[in-house]
């Protein structure tokens, strides 16, 4: 089932709730554990102050407790911490269990999970008392007026639920990664699991929305010096996020991942697209677009849901790479077919000619051009006419020399319908050339410009990411970058002096458009743009796009 997602301002009614419960400790021992041991289960607490927390009251629980239909007394062991901060559980038998403190005369508190006793003593290693946090929880649709309350599994939180409210407020949440959150009837015992792993942190408040997904985690935009070093606001970015193994479970979504989604903030919906989504190697890329990434922040986050079987993939027409925000052409070069994509509405689809093939890429799969000759056509498109130019692609060399990455010319001399290309030139610099008229590179109506010539481009081993920006205001705002630094050397002619760049020959990768210096190597991720990008924008790329991705920190 699909919901729109509901703003804070929506809230009808919130309930407050102090959970932890002033009850007496029980002796009796805890409920519905496996066979009898003489297992004991002994830790110590400390304030965050890092002093000993003394008569702090201390619960075990099993992992499984229900508190809206389970006995406290009975289910449970209550303690309460020595001189020493220390507490012991005797005899406890097997079975998984939660423990839960409080310190009553600071309110501060703690919640431990996990805890496996089967034959042997246990010693907890030492935990804090820290001040609480809010957890504020969307009250799904099902619940409709019908009577329902929400408990945290193996814990004492438990609260009623109004058949009138929109969202829930609890307070006094232990500062951890929680068991899972359920919503139970009160006429039925079987919980409805709505989010597994929310965090809480102290003094702080969790939002828990969109809860047909059972599954969420905060993905960090760090722009700071130490990830992705850009000072300015950049919008409408594509950003990359890599899911393996070691960060998320592929199982634990749909098939495709048609269930992921991506929230900005946890309040606003983000458009995404899957490059990649490979089950069985662990490994899938998704092109996520944000509205606003603020420069020199580590703050920000979006939020990625999945775990909801009842949702389609079905997002319209909308798409990362919109034509409406200068892309033109995008081509991630994946897959073994003859046709190869573009995702832009443009549909700007190519051909493979010659030995193309499949391999590992920066963004997933990349493409290897192993013979000379061998390029991609998409017929006559692309003609930048009258705009701005952003060219950038993903570049690993074979063989050092004049090499084509990306053309809409046949090369040669300039003349009224060269068009553009984007090469290694001789020198193995980074080389742009535009005409729309003359007859000799650096005349009227011509302009070329490279990267440093005491910089090149000779290593076979590595990737490097290379862009060009055509800004036709002047020849001094035209860049040439390399691995998101900018590396202008020099240029000839005036930008602004070149007028409509049309022609009627293919726009090709690997290859000017009559077949001549053909690329060499292998080539991922290739956009043209009919715009202006930053040089923000560019470093983003690069930081986001790289090995490292200095950008998406997922949270832990």
């Given amino acids: 089932m699909n919901k729109t997602l509901l703003p804070i301002s929506c809230v009808m009614l919130i309930c407050m709730v102090s959970l932890f419960l002033n009850l007496g400790c029980s002796p009796e021992s805890v409920a519905g554990g496996g066979t009898e041991g003489g297992n004991t289960i002994c830790g110590t607490l400390v304030n965050d102050d890092r002093s000993l927390s003394v008569n702090a009251k201390v619960y075990l629980l099993p992992s499984e ?23 012991v559980f005797d005899n406890t038998p097997q079975g998984e269990y939660s423990i839960q403190a409080q310190d009553t005369q600071n309110g501060k508190n703690t919640l431990i999970t996990g805890i496996k006793v089967s034959g042997v003593d246990i010693d907890i290693p030492v935990d804090t008392l820290k001040d609480p946090g809010v957890m504020i929880v969307e009250i799904p649709d099902t619940t409709g007026n019908s009577a329902w309350y929400l408990y945290v599994s193996g814990t004492t939180i438990h609260v009623p639920v109004s058949g009138t409210s929109k969202f829930i407020a609890v307070n006094n949440v232990p500062a951890k990664q929680l068991p899972p959150i359920c919503f139970v009837k009160q006429t039925d015992s079987i919980p409805d699991i709505i989010r597994y792993n929310v965090k809480i942190n102290s003094n702080d408040t969790v939002f828990v929305r969109n809860t047909q997904w059972v599954h969420s985690r905060k993905l960090y935009l760090n722009t700071t010096k130490t990830g992705a070093d850009v000072d300015e606001i950049v919008t409408d970015f594509p950003v990359v996020v890599r899911l393996n193994a ?10 495709n991942g048609r269930d992921i989604r991506f929230v900005l903030n946890d309040s606003v919906p983000l458009v995404h697209e899957i490059e990649r989504w490979d089950v069985s190697a662990g490994h899938g890329e998704i092109w996520v677009r944000v ?21 389609s ?46 391999t590992s890429g920066m963004v997933g799969s990349g493409l290897l051009f192993e ?29 050092i020399g004049l090499q084509t990455i990306m053309a809409k010319s046949d090369g040669g001399d300039p003349n009224s319908g060269y068009g553009w290309t984007l090469s290694f030139h001789t020198a193995d610099q980074l080389h742009f050339f535009t005409a729309s008229g003359g007859t000799f590179w650096g005349e009227d109506g011509v302009f ?56 009627e020959v293919s726009f090709r990768i690997g290859a000017e458009a009559d077949g001549d210096y053909p690329w060499t190597g292998l080539i991922d991720e290739c956009i043209v743009a009919h715009t202006i990008r930053s040089e923000s924008w560019i470093r983003l790329c690069y930081s986001n796009q790289g090995p490292e991705d200095k950008l998406v920190k997922f949270e832990k």
């Fill in 65 to 87: 407790f229900n508190p809206g239909i389970e006995n406290l007394a009975a289910s449970s062991i209550c303690t309460t911490t020595e001189e020493d901060g220390g507490y």
């Fill in 246 to 255: 070691n960060n998320f479970d592929f199982p634990q979504a749909q098939a």
């Fill in 291 to 311: 509205d606003t990434i603020y420069g020199n922040d580590s703050t920000q986050f979006i939020m990625m849901y999945w775990g909801n079987p009842d949702t």
């Fill in 313 to 358: 993939d079905n997002f319209g027409e909308m798409t990362v790479f919109d034509i409406a925000l200068g892309f033109q052409g995008v081509w991630h070069l994946d897959g073994n077919t003859d046709t190869v994509y573009d995702v832009t509405p443009n549909r700007f689809h190519g051909v493979r000619n010659g030995i193309i093939t499949e």
């Fill in 371 to 399: 013979e000379p000759g061998a390029f991609i056509d998409m017929g006559d498109v692309l003609n930048a006419e009258s705009s701005d130019l952003t060219i950038s692609a993903w570049v690993k060399r074979s063989a």
């Fill in 448 to 503: 070329d410009c490279w990267s440093k010539e005491e910089l090149p481009v000779v290593d076979t081993t590595a990737w490097h990411f290379v862009a060009v920006v055509f800004d036709r205001s002047g020849k001094n705002e035209c860049r040439l970058y390399i691995d998101g630094v900018e590396m202008t050397g020099g240029s000839n002619g005036e930008a602004a002096g070149v007028n409509v760049i049309k022609n």
